[in-house]
């Protein structure tokens, strides 16, 4: 099983610039998160996913829109890139809402 | 608001000195507490699960405690390769997840 897998692993953008993340789990979890990480404010909670076609907003959800197409795969888009969203994102996995399973990370600079 | 605090931020220890980590919280009915272990460049990985006051859960040299208001992670004899970010969160009635800022914990041969 490879777990929670995340692409790209890095990318760099210049403002105004779209890009969608991608997650992918192999554990047929139902429940799918995405957070971002920044120095001194720990993992922020932007969307996450109850199951297949179902997405909710979580903490800090402006700017970013999701997709839950497939149970096994969660989208995160980013429409129009902000310097304020360069961040660490990382997408998670769990079978309820109880222990995630996290992936390595997306190291996102926007410029 | 919930909100979760973590201290210290930064911890060192010599090889085989014990200590704790805090977690204090205010959420709006608790649903969970969770530590997770990060390491460098790495997304975390689960360690435990609290749910009420009094629990207590252990895993080789960590032992997690939960009152009502905060959590500690006791390490016992640390060795190097328990160095690493501890973080705390806690999942709310609105199913919503709160983590804090983390334990930078470094162990020193």
């Known amino acids: 099983n490879a777990g929670v897998t995340q692409t790209p692993k890095f990318r760099v953008l210049k403002t105004g610039q779209s890009m969608t993340l991608l997650c992918a789990q192999d554990?047929?979890?139902?429940?799918m998160y995405w957070y971002r990480q920044d120095p001194g404010m720990g993992l922020r909670l932007i969307h996450y996913?109850?199951?297949?076609?179902?997405?909710a907003k979580g903490e800090v959800p402006d700017g970013y829109n999701v997709s839950r197409l497939k149970k096994q795969n969660f989208l995160l888009g980013l429409e129009s890139a902000a310097p304020s969203q360069t961040s660490v994102y990382f997408c998670?996995?769990?079978?309820?809402?109880?222990?995630?399973?996290f992936g390595p990370g997306t190291r996102l600079t926007v410029l | 608001e919930d909100q979760v605090t973590q201290s210290p931020e930064a911890l060192r220890l010599q090889e085989g000195e014990s200590s704790s980590l805090n977690c204090s919280y205010t959420?709006?009915?608790?649903?969970?507490l969770f530590w997770y272990r990060q390491d460098p460049g790495k997304g975390p990985e689960f360690l435990f699960t609290?749910?009420?006051a009094g629990e207590e859960k252990e895993k080789e040299r960590l032992k997690a405690t939960l009152t009502k208001k905060e959590s500690f992670l006791h390490i016992t004899a640390p060795k190097p390769e328990d160095s690493a970010t501890y973080l705390c969160?806690?999942?709310?009635?609105?199913?919503?997840?709160?983590f804090g800022t983390g334990t930078s914990l470094t162990v020193i041969p």
């Open positions: 959420v709006s009915g608790l649903r969970g």
């Open positions: 609290l749910y009420s």
């Open positions: 969160a806690v999942r709310d009635t609105g199913n919503q997840f709160y």
């Open positions: 998670a996995s769990s079978i309820r809402l109880v222990r995630q399973f």
């Open positions: 996913s109850v199951g297949e076609g179902t997405t």
């Open positions: 554990m047929n979890h139902e429940y």
